[in-house]
């Protein structure tokens, strides 16, 4: 068996045609979208997501809103350029880029963001607007892999779903949106606390990778015919993405997400897609 490849390049590049059209709408009725970006430190990973987001930003017609700090960034100083894009109308949607660098309050850096313009879904308000199954911007890598899936046509209702990993960006809210009743997944999560990972794997009809460790999944976890989504991001010596998925799996997965070309592009496209439909609730004035 070869696993169907579950093309994100090719399908964030149609999300994206659709936006450009509602980007023109929009603009005829005066809004242009702009989307802020606050990247801290140097991390060539973090400054390649970041230029990626802008070019798409241009692709679609989005205004783009550039702040860089240095790695010796203040607390106070992140918190001031987070104050200036609340206040910034030109600025309907940003982002901050994670991880910031070590000794930086995360958290209370995403509290200061204006829940509005939150277009990574990631504010504790919106977090909580999601638990509560209130309308709230979706957390961009967790609906990229749902967009994912339905494109592909593979069944999530009553799936049982594996997630590895626990981060805020994707392993947090991806099964909160999965037991949605609009998806109604049945989810394990998994993490380094797990006790036999590969028992759990092998129960699974979807796994989604996301604990960030080279290769952890291996064919002979997975059963034969599941769909299985790479969103872990190593790097080896040369710079060169190693994502937590064993290349045999193609071998014995149903579906497969490629990484890079999977899950990436999604995660892009879905910010775009945030942030065009706080410009339509702006302008239709909700
Ligand atoms: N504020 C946020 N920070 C981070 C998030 C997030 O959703 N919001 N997620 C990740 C990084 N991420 C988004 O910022 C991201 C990851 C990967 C890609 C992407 O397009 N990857 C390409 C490969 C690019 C390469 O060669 O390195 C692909 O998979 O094809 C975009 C965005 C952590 N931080």
Wanted: one cysteine or more.
């Amino acid at each position: 068996m070869s696993a169907q490849i579950l093309d994100g390049k090719a399908t964030a590049a149609a999300i994206k045609a659709d936006l450009a059209q509602r980007v023109t709408a929009l603009k005829e009725r005066g809004v242009t979208p702009g989307l802020g970006t606050v990247l801290v430190g140097e991390d060539p990973g973090s400054q390649k997501y970041v230029a990626g987001k802008h070019r798409d930003c241009a692709q679609v017609g989005i205004a783009s809103i550039q702040r860089e700090l240095p790695a010796t960034a203040t607390q106070e100083e992140i918190e001031a350029v987070v104050r200036e894009l609340n206040d910034d109308p030109e600025c309907t949607g940003y982002i901050v880029q994670l991880p910031l660098p070590k000794g930086i309050d995360e958290n209370r850096i995403l509290e200061l963001m204006d829940p509005a313009k939150d277009a990574d879904g990631l504010h504790p308000m919106n977090l909580g607007r999601l638990v509560l199954n209130e309308p709230a911007p979706l957390p961009c890598t967790p609906y990229g892999v749902i967009q994912l899936l339905r494109q592909f046509g593979v069944e999530i209702a009553g799936a049982h779903v594996v997630v590895v990993g626990r981060g805020v960006t994707i392993g947090r809210s991806l099964p909160l949106l999965l037991t949605r009743k609009s998806e109604n997944a049945t989810v394990t999560q998994c993490h380094t606390g797990t006790r036999d990972l590969s028992a759990q794997l092998k129960q699974a009809d979807i796994v989604v990778a996301a604990a960030g460790s080279p290769h952890l999944i291996k064919p002979e976890d997975i059963r034969p015919g599941a769909a299985v989504l790479d969103v872990g991001v190593s790097r080896d010596e040369n710079g060169k993405i190693v994502g937590d998925v064993h290349p045999g799996v193609a071998e014995v997965a149903g579906w497969l997400s490629p990484n890079p070309g999977g899950v990436g592009p999604m995660t892009r496209a879905q910010l775009l897609v945030n942030v065009v439909e706080a410009a339509e609730r702006a302008a239709a004035g909700a």
